[in-house]
């Protein structure tokens, strides 16, 4: 077993001695500090430690790079420094002092939506799979028949039958998997409200009920609003004087946000004025009722309408005749956004474009950033062999990559070296022109990385592919020919990496 007693001493020195530190926590492979003074940390001493692979800052916490030891590190860390570790979560609310307001906005936003990723991972692979099943013309099946007449278009083209023509079994699992793909995405303003009242510490059952009375069956589904505004058939509760419409929320995000944040504040607020004894009655009728009202007749409508506009401008610019350069840009830029945290925003914009328009091509790119940034860390790997302890963090960082998980690699590897980074926002930015401009489009938010594939309309597979291909293979190239001509490598950089066998 590894004694880590002077390396624990040293990074304390180094951080700035115990005063420093607000809070210590640990994950699978990095110590988690919030500290009073991020200036005082001496980061080129403590990445000097022999335990340490690297370090770098996010959300407000400083994170030290340990590996799979960190666990013996942290418990001799607590027995020297005399601090008391907390848990992730009392951690990132610790380290709010360390965030601007923006930076605060965005790690709510990813609080909020970080537990319902599962699920909507789940359903994007099945709506992937349902478009296989019941999307796709496929020629080898023969031409769809109805009534003994051969079917064919306006212009008199064949049409072809679809998986689920031709086999029972493959229609009924179509039928089937809907089951839990309606649940998931129709039903996702349950999940959203939810998710807010868990993040707020407030009464989770009542933001499921918020949730619920957006979606209930007795509403006018969200999908049919368009017809039924054309036809003047949008039903409605008629109290003599004034009248609601009765339209559910399906599938919509922002409606359901301002929903439940506002039944959060509400409840917060009223447990502050009822006294305890009589609380579990009058809180939550007087939090969700007025919540219920307001949401059906203000919020709902606003959010709404600002969802729609959201959505239209970044629609407007996939499909516009600039959609090339808003790929381009899009694709170049969205690992900065991971580093500000920006990048959450995403989420709800992929949703919403989902709900209006059957798909999302924002995924495509994300998935594609992911895997650009891993190949830029497979080329620093190859470059750098022998590194061993530098290996130590490359490597799973790469294959976190390419699964769809980037700040490993970003904040341990890439941003360190600045020049791998870059190769990867121009293999990332390259991949995304093509893929805008070739329209690739993914049933919902889904894997990431190579895996994202899974996500992708079927019809639009080939042409990920080949974003794909740009993906890995330009980062790899760029970032070998940055360091052998040292561009954009900081002074000393390959000097001062050890390197065995690597030919330089």
Not at 19 to 36: D, G, K, P, Q, Y
Not at 78 to 96: F, L
Request: net charge negative; charged share 10%; proline share 5%.
């Amino acid at each position: 077993m590894a004694d880590f007693k002077k390396d624990a001493a040293d990074l304390l020195e180094h951080i700035g001695g115990p005063e420093n530190i607000s809070a210590v926590s640990h994950c699978a492979t990095r110590m988690r500090f919030v500290l009073n003074d991020p200036s005082a940390a001496d980061v080129k001493k403590i990445e000097d430690i022999p335990a340490v692979k690297g370090t770098f800052t996010q959300a407000g916490q400083f994170q030290v790079i340990v590996g799979n030891e960190v666990p013996m590190f942290y418990n001799e860390f607590t027995k020297q420094s005399g601090k008391e570790g907390v848990s992730k979560d009392q951690a990132k609310a610790a380290a709010k002092q360390n965030q601007n307001p923006v930076q605060r906005a965005m790690s709510v936003l990813a609080e909020i939506f970080s537990p319902l990723i599962p699920a909507i991972v789940v359903g994007g692979l099945i709506l992937g799979f349902r478009n296989i099943l019941e999307g796709i013309q496929m020629e080898s099946l023969g031409q769809l028949m109805q009534d003994g007449v051969a079917q064919v278009t306006a212009t008199g083209e064949p049409i072809f039958n679809r998986i689920v023509d031709v086999s029972q079994f493959w229609s009924g699992v179509n039928h089937f998997l809907w089951l839990i793909g309606e649940a998931i995405f129709h039903f996702l303003p349950v999940g959203i409200t939810w998710s807010v009242t868990k993040k707020m510490g407030t009464t989770q059952i009542l933001g499921i009920v918020l949730g619920l009375t957006l979606v209930s069956p007795q509403l006018l589904n969200a999908y049919g609003v368009a017809d039924a505004a054309a036809a003047g058939e949008i039903p409605f509760w008629d109290f003599g004087f004034f009248q609601i419409d009765m339209i559910g929320y399906q599938a919509q995000v922002l409606p359901a946000m301002l929903a439940g944040f506002t039944l959060a504040y509400l409840e917060i607020w009223l447990r502050k004025w009822i006294p305890q004894a009589i609380s579990m009655i009058f809180v939550p009728f007087f939090a969700l009722l007025p919540t219920v009202i307001i949401a059906h007749t203000v919020l709902g409508p606003i959010g709404w309408q600002i969802g729609n506009w959201i959505s239209n401008v970044v629609y407007s610019g996939i499909t516009s005749s600039f959609n090339w350069l808003f790929g381009l840009v899009f694709g170049a830029l969205y690992s900065p956004l991971v580093i500000t945290g920006l990048h959450h925003m995403s989420n709800a914009i992929d949703l919403q474009l989902q709900s209006d328009f059957g798909g999302t091509q924002l995924w495509p790119m994300i998935a594609l950033s992911n895997i650009a940034q891993g190949s830029a860390v497979l080329a620093i790997i190859w470059m750098h062999r022998g590194n061993k302890k530098e290996e130590q963090v490359s490597i799973p960082a790469m294959i976190s990559c390419y699964l769809g998980v980037t700040e490993p690699a970003m904040f341990g590897i890439n941003i360190k070296y600045i020049y791998p980074f870059v190769a990867a926002m121009v293999g990332s930015g390259l991949a995304g022109f093509v893929s805008v401009l070739t329209g690739v489009t993914a049933a919902s938010i889904g894997v990431g990385g190579i895996p994202g594939f899974l996500s992708i309309q079927f019809e639009h597979w080939p042409m990920f592919f080949v974003a794909m291909g740009i993906a890995i293979v330009v980062p790899f190239l760029l970032t070998v020919l940055f360091e052998k001509k040292g561009i954009l490598v900081p002074k000393g950089e390959i000097d001062d990496t050890p390197v065995i066998e690597s030919g330089r």
